[in-house]
């Protein structure tokens, strides 16, 4: 069995470990020749938006990709012939902030207020909006708080909108909340739904810096609500693999934030706290085979190494903690690795509550 | 930080992605072509007796070896350039049935009584001690059962030495034990030495089919002497790394049976049930790193997929059950893979007690 990957980078590094664990070929496709994955797969050295990509992963038996913006033509081609998991229909519309909006408010979710933001027309239109705060996001692109800008008066909109080159932005209304959720699911060959326990997730500049896990919040009425509403997704997609939701928690009610059509950071813990990984679980979905059990076998905090990588020593000192490394080149707000902490010692290191968490979070990465 | 591996069959292969994963660039040394670490770490296609082997490796931090025989006159040459963990002299006595018998004599150990047969004068003195059976194993080579004949009568003695084409070997007086166990620890660059839980395996035809955490054996008179006694070893030699010693309990007395200066087929279930693998703690011991805890998380049993490997999508509909494959072509005999089964999940499936624990084996395994 030969799954291809597009991208090379941590998500796919994780999968191709899993892979080869279950009996898996992971192939991945990245035009550089250090990518994290690279060491751990076949890997074929290629542009994203290669044109020969449909020959490039003809001997595959499906393929899936590990970023946000997959190059949906590539994948359509691809599908062609090789089955692509999961669907490019379901990367479209996580790729396109304005579809992945509309989507979610077609569903009945509850999402923020947001208002598509591409001519002089549609400008002047959303401005009315800024009376408390937004934020202005590209439609097309952005990461981990790239290609965002927080406006907070009418005048500041036409500066951010010409900061972000006048692309296509999506303009979102501020939502005072009180924390931040994400809800992994994932759905087999034959329908089959899977969560993991909610996580709980401190972001910092916009990148994530510590997950979590919550098995408190999986069956509050919000909890029970976003498990209805990702089963929605996933079955209006007919989505096969993990997909993960991003909440605002606003009062005890989730507010949907954005979605993932991957395996997603704030899930790395899985690999230590569940019966079964995401990455694993992404695999056995996207082959066909039977899911792997998501209960949690013990409640995990996970803690990112951003910018630069802690000296080992240290690290591997903390009571049973387990380090990730991505084999990057560390660079300012770069992703380089993680750290899970089981929530005994968790408690002990962190203290308890989310500052203290955001705190070891900023000691650790820096 | 770059490690050295002679062999890249399966233990290779899982040092390799636990190096990954905490930041270590494993570089493996292998004749064959498709070797299971191959996949996974960078590649040294020569012979493990290679005279060049010191300049092939002069580029790790430290150089370790995934098998019982290393070669100790080409580990001893690249100790000139580069650490070797564990030592060269460490390879020595395990790979030499008689010294390794010795040597555990010489530090009080109880052992089965043994005789060297290397010549018609040992041949004839050793005859006398086949009154109720015997094993006559090579005293340089074998592994799984492999090189080992077992001799029941003074004349089968002539017999099996025949077989085993006259080289030298050792007879060891058979032992009635009422079960197998091995004690795995890991002593570090700073001389700290820490224990696994002990580890009940259950052996068919020479090789192991299920192992299955004991942490009710770990601190009985018996647990206690033995893990004394691995001290013992581990200071004697000034080793560094992971060391699995085999014992027969006999009515509660834990005889020794052979050690092997690696991570361990019986160790596998550390991946899951301890806070931190056998593979890990080996690399964090070799590059100096300070080790990680080893307490049992929870308790587990692995049985071995030897020979064929089950359909993947039965093994993994076994609920809890983590599918470790190593990427072999299937031959009889042939360790292809491992389960891990949580020991709730164990209950379950095996119903309790050693003979449903193998009966498991040979179901899964065939």
Redesign the interface.
Known sequence: MRVGILGGGQLA?MLA?AA????I?PWIVDPHANAPAG????HILAELDDPEMPGLLSSCDVVTAEMDHAPVGILDAVEHRVPVHPSPAAFAIAGDRFREKRFFADLGAPVAPFHLIEDERSLSRARSAVTCGARLKSRFEGYDGKGQLVVRTPEGLDAAWAELNRVPCVLEEEIDFDRELSLLAVRGGDGEIRFWDPIENHHRNGILRVSATSPADRDTPAGIAARELVSAVLERLGYVGVLAVEFFDVGGHWIVNEMACRVHNSGHATEEGA??SQFENHL?AIVG??L??TRS??PTAMVNLIGS?PD??TV??I??A????Y?KTPAPDRKL?HLIV?ESEHAVWLGSGAVDAVRLGSEVSR
């Open positions: 590094r470990m080869h664990r279950i009996g070929e060491r751990v797969a076949h019966e079964t056995r085979w039977p792997g059990g076998v013990r990588i080992p020593e591997l000192k009571p049973g387990r380090l990730h490394l084999g690795g089981p």
